[in-house]
């Protein structure tokens, strides 16, 4: 059964990681859903987040398989419940009257968002929080007309 | 002293004991060759002139597959690598130590489609251990350094090193790190102890054990651990093609060669093992045939150095994560002596009806033509099963697996994972550099032979005293078994003329013959093996004779057919 895991994989910042444990997804035909990598506490070393929907038995051999990469330290598996997920949103919602600026401003503060950007034309919402409450403001700005919505792909930490 | 990043190269290669190195000059590395002017001169290198660098990669893995040390080459930027690429993935698959060093265009125009650019880094991930561009010449020395020790240790594997012109150029102070640790690369050697007393526990409560013997055998040179361990179980063995010379073939527990043109016994009894311990083998499809019918009765031991490799494809019980030699020495403490008399009976019973059946007829016929397995068997008489033995791809190469019986330690080099035509010649030029002392022997079909035949060249220049012997049976022969058992003998595109061996070895400057009757045989062999330099043999043989037993895929191992 298909299900959706983060695979944290911590590896030495060195050019080439990236593009072996893309191609060691390619390989296995996975889709990546979100990838997201920076530097982490200890220095010289960087965390991938990857977000894949595979079956269990998969997503452990691509686990070991990491391990091959030289400079992988160290590969989690986990699922949903294990995690403490993040994400970033900014949605560039339309807002050409007064009455819709104020509706959208109190939709995305209730939200626990907040406007960063004002135009004439448009507003920028910024949202962190998980899947579901980024989805969440998304629906709820859908009627006004979403010009650019982008998402920054799931960080997390351990439970 | 400063000195060039170039002269720093072939500085590395000397404190990693680089003897030889197999290669081809071109414009993105010419400073490399410049700066082995001197060290050729002076033999501190030498360094083979390939026609191929395709030959040189080959070679290159003969070498690393002798000796344990990465066999090095050197290539020119664009085609000079990607003409290396097959050999490197060849590499890759069987776990062979390798050094690739090419040269790349010069930095500023990297990106830019520049003359003879090809992104190898990006190329190469794939195929490769590791790889590394280097831009810097002051990287040089630390670069080199992890690369063999990348290569050399854990499961082997080839790396790649690609190094910019300017790089090459540039002046540095040159240091050698004295040793390597990475942080991140740390192979397990050491078996988990409690894992072992687990498994012992296993193998002394079998009643059928078999044991699974793979490369890594081989690449940890563990043979006499293996023997030792065998002995004090009174286990039989089976062997992967890659395993096959780790245990003398007459050795009372060597019970054949897995697979699909495997031995009958092997085959047919892995799914009545109670037990079953494999050591560095990968339970390639080859091996298990049909997955899902596969040691489905027996309790399962892998020991193997890549964690990779666990629970893969075959789901091990029993999971061990160690260099095989330091695992079968602690196996052999913890197992108890004991006997498998019965056992061992049924795999001799198989045995004798496989020699009914298939052996006795290719390899001793009395009418028709000269028979693959009848040359192999005559080569094996003849040499005593001494020599270091080198198989390209097809018939010949299952044949000769099956019918050569080695008797030394690490003597037989064939391409397993990949199946690349063209290795054999190449790889066992590699294999005598390394070997000198040894006798080495290419065996090679009409077809194979072709992909590579411009190294005759090479050994002649060389005077390098390889013994090649071409199976020429006008077809691809191995493709044609297919198309006659799975195609309806729709023979599509088998018919494959040749030059006239002979004449083409003569004409690149070889001792050759050409032997077509069963009487000349002996006498074409014992000359052959008797030249004092290189020396190639033509021997014509059937034209539709096929390899038996063998497992059609998809099919379970005990489905093997001997007809
Ligand atoms: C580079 C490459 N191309 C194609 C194949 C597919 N292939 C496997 S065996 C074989 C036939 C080999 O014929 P030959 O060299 O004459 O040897 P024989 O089987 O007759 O002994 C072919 C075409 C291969 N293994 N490698």
């Known amino acids: 059964m298909k299900q959706r895991y983060t695979i944290t994989a911590i590896a030495e910042n060195k050019p080439g990681v990236l593009y072996r444990i893309a191609d060691l997804l390619l390989r296995r035909k996975i889709n990546i859903e979100s990838l997201t990598v920076s530097e982490i506490e200890h220095k010289g070393m960087s965390r991938f987040t990857i977000v894949v929907d595979a079956e269990r038995d998969l997503v452990e051999k691509i686990g070991k398989q990491l391990y091959r990469i030289i400079e992988m330290t160290k590969v989690i598996e986990s699922t949903d419940d294990e995690l403490v997920p993040r994400e970033i949103a900014l949605i560039k919602v339309t807002a050409k009257t007064k009455e819709k600026r104020e509706e959208i401003e109190q939709l995305v503060r209730l939200s626990k968002g907040r406007i960063i950007h004002i135009d004439k034309n448009y507003l920028v919402a910024e949202i962190t929080g998980d899947e579901k409450e980024i989805d969440k403001l998304d629906e709820l700005l859908q009627p006004f007309g979403i010009k650019e919505i982008v998402r920054s792909g799931r960080i997390a930490v351990f439970k | ?563």
Not at chain 2, 116 to 123: F, L, N, R, T, W
Not at chain 2, 248 to 269: D, I, R
Not at chain 2, 309 to 336: C, F, G, H, M
Not at chain 2, 375 to 399: R, Y
Request: hydrophobic content about 40%; glycine content about 8%.
């Open chain 2, 1 to 563: 002293m400063k000195i060039s990043g170039s002269q720093a190269v072939l500085e590395s290669l000397l404190q990693e004991n680089v003897e030889v190195i197999f290669g081809y000059p071109g414009g993105a590395i010419m400073p490399v060759y410049d700066a082995l002017y001197d060290y050729t001169n002076d033999g501190r290198i030498k360094h083979v002139l390939v026609r191929h660098e395709q030959g040189a990669g080959h070679a290159a893995e003969g070498y690393g597959r002798m000796t344990g040390n990465p066999g090095v080459c050197l290539v020119t930027s664009g085609p000079g690598a990607t003409n290396l690429v097959t050999a490197i993935a060849d590499a890759m698959m069987d776990s062979v130590p390798m050094v690739c060093i090419s040269g790349q265009v010069h930095s500023g125009v990297i990106g830019t489609d520049a003359f003879q650019e090809a992104d190898v880094i990006g190329i190469t991930a794939p195929v490769t251990k590791w790889n590394y561009q280097i831009t810097k010449a002051s990287e040089i020395p630390e670069v080199m350094a992890k690369a063999f020790h990348i290569a050399r240790t854990g499961r082997p594997g080839p790396v790649l090193i690609d190094i910019t012109k300017d790089a090459q150029f540039e002046m540095m102070d040159f240091s050698y790190p004295e040793d390597i640790s990475l942080q991140s690369y740390q192979p397990t050697t050491e078996p988990h102890q409690r894992q072992i007393e687990i498994a012992a526990r296993y193998l002394n409560n079998a009643e059928r054990p078999l044991i699974l013997v793979g490369q890594g055998v081989q690449i940890a040179k563990a043979q006499k651990e293996l023997q030792a361990f065998l002995e004090k179980g009174d286990f039989p063995a089976a062997f992967t093609l890659h395993g096959l010379s780790a245990l003398h073939s007459g050795h009372p527990l060597h019970v054949g060669f897995l697979g699909m043109h495997g031995n009958y016994a092997p085959n047919m009894l892995s799914n009545k093992a109670d037990a079953v311990l494999a050591i560095g083998m990968r339970f390639d499809d080859r091996v298990t045939g049909r997955l899902s019918d596969y040691l489905n009765d027996a309790t399962v031991i892998h020991i193997d150095i890549d964690p990779a490799e666990l629970n893969k494809n075959v789901p091990a019980d029993v999971p061990i994560v160690a260099d095989a030699k330091i695992a079968l020495q602690s196996l052999t403490k913890a197992i108890r002596k004991n006997t498998h008399t019965n056992w061992i009976r049924e795999f001799k019973k198989l045995y004798e009806v496989e020699k009914k059946q298939v052996i006795d007829g290719v390899t001793h016929p009395k009418t028709g033509e000269i028979t693959m397995a009848e040359a192999v068997t005559l080569l094996s008489e003849l040499t005593k099963g001494e020599a270091v033995v080198v198989s390209d791809v097809g018939q010949h190469q299952m044949v000769t697996a099956r019918y050569y019986r080695f008797s030394r330690p690490n003597s037989w080099i064939s391409s397993g994972g990949m199946g690349t035509m063209g290795f054999g010649l190449p790889a066992a030029m590699g294999a005598k550099f390394a070997r000198p002392d040894q006798e080495v022997i290419s065996i090679s079909g009409d077809g194979g032979i072709q992909m590579n035949i411009q190294e005759f060249t090479t050994l002649a220049q060389e005077q390098l005293p390889v013994k090649v012997i071409i199976l020429n049976n006008g077809f691809l022969g191995m493709v044609r078994q297919w198309q006659q058992l799975f195609f309806e003998k729709r023979y599509s595109m088998v018919n494959i003329q040749s030059p006239d061996f002979v004449t083409v070895a003569k004409g690149c400057g070889l001792e050759a013959d050409r032997v077509v009757a069963r009487i000349d045989l002996k006498k074409a062999l014992q000359k052959m093996l008797d030249h004092n330099g290189p020396y190639v043999l033509e021997i014509k043989v059937e034209q539709e004779e096929n390899v038996f037993p063998m497992i059609p895929t998809g099919s379970s191992v005990d489905e093997v057919r001997l007809a």
